[in-house]
């Protein structure tokens, strides 16, 4: 990859964009301080003579280093920026466990309204009445649509929920005084990274099950597992193979007969809403990130929330604050360990993210109970119709349906030199986001597919087409159409080992190319 002075890495060498225009009205855009010089200021004012500055010794005595630029130019800086991103609204983004659906813009809409979107988190509880009813509204379409005892709103993303599940069975333990004696959460080999992270940030160590050669947990290795000492297991359904686990009643069952509990990551709950409630499979604890699937949108680390449900055995030991009805009728904030005793405690400043509060429930009443449910029933189809058009030409991982997403190994790869990441990068030149490569870890290479439900059939069956027509250029010995790409991309292959344990973050003048 070439680099330049700055050390960044450079446009394609068979580009033939000129670095000072771009590509017709494709604007080329430079770091912020190659667009703009330190010497100059966006605004010019007059120095105030005759005052006296009130900032005493704070005031600073050297230039900031940050350019100067005018108002339209930072704003083109940005737009252009914005433009090399890609988003649901530009194409089909098939990130398997992301589900990336379409964000409805009556959510948007709603989401600013000035009475949720300009309100402050200290603001008496009398002035947002509203707000706190709203709150109460999606914890009760939450609580109905899982079947669960309460829910915690105030985790901010998936991995926070997740932690939030985890310090509630933590706790619960702690008051059966057995703390010191459960410390092994089992969790599959197929889970989600943050399941294990988030384990052990709570303290526990990770007993890993293996997957069996369906994808699911291997029964007879969870049963091995069982003891006095497990705390917990963290159990994803459907799994991250795409899977329904059928066994989930009787995991449920037997980790509470051993005096354990059950997390069940609820990232994929895309595919099973209003079809059945985690409640009945036994769950205990279970994050929803309401950016997969309630629509709010999500990506470049933000924002999320992940409000995170509880069964009748961990509910009074849900964080602060909840809110309330009081005597009067009034709505206010439980916020004090005081008035929730038996609470873990609290996960956060302030409450969690109301615009996504609003944005999903906007969701839930634009659906209806019965959209809610459709939602899953067309994300499932749509997950298969792909996979039933392309599994002669890629190689499912395992043989059947799927449910909301479908996995493949790189076995439809094997002989033809290109790897499950060339074969990504070779779908940017198409025009698509790559799907999920190398995860889960229980197959070879693997590619994980998720559609959603808000796919038409020419944007999947165009999506097929171009994945089939890929997979032969593969077998047929293509393979420098694979190793070179992406060449239509601003950017071609980055170094993304050298990005992740060198990151530049400051712009430095004299950065050479090391
Ligand atoms: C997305 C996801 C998570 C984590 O959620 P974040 O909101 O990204 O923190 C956890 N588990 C699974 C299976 C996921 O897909």
Redesign the pocket.
Known sequence: MSMNAKGRPTKPETSNISPQFGSALLQEEGLLHEVGHCDKTGVDMEKLSGRKSRLGDLERSEATGLVGLSEPEALRHYVRLSGRNYAIDLGLYPLG??TMKHNPRLNEKLARIPGFADIHPLQPTSTVQGALQLMEELSHWLLEITGMQTVALSPK????G?MCGMLSIREAILARGELEQRRRVLVPQSA?G??PATAAACGFEIDEIPANAEGRVDWDVFCSRLGPDVAAIML?NPN?CGLFEPDIRKIADLIHEHGGYFYC?G??LNAIMGKCRVNDLGVDAMHI?L??TFSTPHGGGGP?A?PTVLSSRLADFAPVPFVKTDKTGKLQLVEQLNDAPDSFGRMCAFHGQMGMFVRALAYMMSHGGDGLRQVSEDAVLNANYLLARIKNHLSPAFSGTCMHEALFDDEFLKGSGVTTLDFAKALIDEGYHPMTMYFPLVVHGALLIEPTETESLQSLDAFADTLCELANAAKSGDQERFTQAPVKAPLRRLDETRAARHPVLRFQENLQNT
Do not use: R
Request: charged residues 15%.
């Open positions: 466990s992301c993303a998936g991995a926070h997740e989600h943050t399941n994803t991250t990551d990232a994929n990130n950016h997969k999320g992940g």
